[in-house]
């Protein structure tokens, strides 16, 4: 299946499913084809590049609402023959119908176990709360944000002395093997989203 990521930054989930879909032995059924940053110079691009894979920078700032900026992404995944879509660190929440036109064929990874987290300050939530294990999320996408049928997760300890950083770096590994995992099941086909929003296996 043909594969389009989308990032804002730094790109090591990215660079965990070039990783992933580049090797033979691990049968995830999927190459990347694009790679959509809506930030310019960010490392993600540079990772892309690296690896052959065609790359396009749009910037949200550039449009005047959501809907637009999404249209211009949905062209380009489009012209690229996309079929399912990784967001992998995307900054940017989706506007309704481009999260409808997509619904089964785009996955997030969100780096707390959810339901627990959501948002964007998930680290600094999990360490106020005082939990002493938190962990990542791979999720379809739904128009309610960090909401999705979850596809897989991993538990990661939370260690005394953690900062936001340190935590975050350790959530990051489980995420890189978490995300090829999720996308291996959904481009295989072992996994569906069904109407009702329900993951559904294959055998
Ligand atoms: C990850 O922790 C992801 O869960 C979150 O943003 C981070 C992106 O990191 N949404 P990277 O760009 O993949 O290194």
Redesign the pocket.
């Known amino acids: 299946r043909r594969v389009g990521v989308l990032?804002?930054?730094?790109?090591?989930?990215?660079?965990?499913l070039i990783d992933a879909t580049q090797d033979r032995t691990q049968h995830i059924g999927a190459e990347i084809v694009l790679v959509i940053s809506n930030k310019p110079d960010v490392?993600?691009l540079r990772r892309a590049q690296k690896a052959g894979i065609k790359t396009k920078v749009i910037k949200h700032v550039d449009f005047p609402n959501r809907e637009t900026f999404d249209q211009a992404m949905d062209a380009e995944l489009e012209a690229a023959g996309v079929e399912i879509i990784c967001?992998?660190?995307?900054?940017r929440i989706l506007s309704e119908p481009f999260v409808k036109k997509w619904r089964g064929a785009i996955i997030?990874?969100?780096?707390a176990l959810l339901p627990s987290f959501k948002g964007?300050h998930?680290h600094k939530d999990a360490l106020a709360a005082g939990v002493r294990v938190t962990g990542?999320t791979v999720h379809f996408v739904e128009v309610d944000i960090d909401s999705g049928a979850i596809i897989e997760q991993e538990v990661v300890p939370v260690l005394h002395n953690d900062t936001v950083e340190i935590l975050?770096e350790r959530?990051?590994v489980a995420?890189h093997r978490a995300f090829p995992r999720a996308l291996r099941r959904l481009a295989t086909g072992e996994i569906r989203l069904n109407e009702n929003g329900i993951l559904e296996w294959n055998h």
């Open positions: 990032i804002s930054g730094s790109g090591t989930n990215l660079q965990a490392e993600g967001l992998a660190g995307f900054m997030n990874v969100h780096p964007a998930a990542c975050q959530v990051k995420e």
